[in-house]
């Protein structure tokens, strides 16, 4: 299934075709060469003065990694997540010998939002999640402390909605994709007078 951006202006196709399915065929398995190019669409991402905060743990599924990040998911994500061929904890690395790396978290997002866009390129869907225990992934992949994981991404060939099974989860998979309207997202003059 697609659900491409309903949008005022055309826009570039890899970002109008995101979205965050949770319907995978649980069937596809990714190649090595589309991980890797996942990880070097979020290596490039750009950061603060180069700091390069993202850090992701991989677990293609069938392996160990992919089960002990599935394990760390709440069991609303887990309910569907199981499906999808790789799984990534983002993490963010705070510290480096200069001391306290500034901007990390806007570092990972940049870098996962790369990743999520390639992932689109290459013709999968990724989605990505903030309900995952911190903790446990600490404890399963003994990070150190200054490394913070913050986000889950689930990455796959999308799947019919029909999977997820329950009513209410097809439903939401097919529900519309909205946004702010334009008015409300972009200002100038002073705060709320739209800019277009
Ligand atoms: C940081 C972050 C955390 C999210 N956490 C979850 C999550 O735990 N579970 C989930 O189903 N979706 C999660 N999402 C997906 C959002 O709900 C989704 O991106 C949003 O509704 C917009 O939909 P779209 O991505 O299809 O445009 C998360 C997205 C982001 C960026």
Not at 9 to 33: C, G, H, K, N
Not at 63 to 87: C, D, Q, V
Not at 107 to 135: I, P, R, T, Y
Request: hydrophobic residues 45%.
């Amino acid at each position: 299934m697609r659900k491409p951006a309903v949008t005022s202006i055309p826009i570039a196709a890899l970002m109008a075709e995101r979205w965050s399915p949770r319907a995978y065929d649980a069937s596809f398995v990714i190649t090595s060469e589309q991980v890797r190019a996942l990880l070097e669409a979020a290596r490039w991402a750009p950061s603060f003065g180069n700091t390069q905060p993202a850090r992701y743990l991989v677990g293609v599924r069938g392996t160990p990694a992919f089960e002990a990040i599935l394990a760390t998911l709440n069991s609303g994500n887990r309910a569907w997540a199981h499906r999808a061929s790789l799984l990534l904890i983002g993490v963010m690395v705070t510290t480096n010998e200069k001391g306290a790396v500034p901007y990390a978290e806007y570092g990972l997002g940049l870098a996962s939002e790369n990743l999520v866009l390639q992932a689109v390129e290459l013709g999968l869907v990724a989605h990505q999640m903030a309900g995952f225990s911190a903790d446990a992934v600490r404890a399963a992949f003994s990070l150190p402390s200054d490394a913070v994981p913050k986000v889950a991404i689930a990455v796959g060939a999308p799947g019919h909605p029909d999977v997820l099974e329950e009513d209410w989860r097809i439903e939401r998979e097919k529900a519309e994709r909205e946004r702010l309207p334009l008015e409300e997202f972009a200002f100038t003059d002073e705060w709320g007078k739209p800019a277009l």
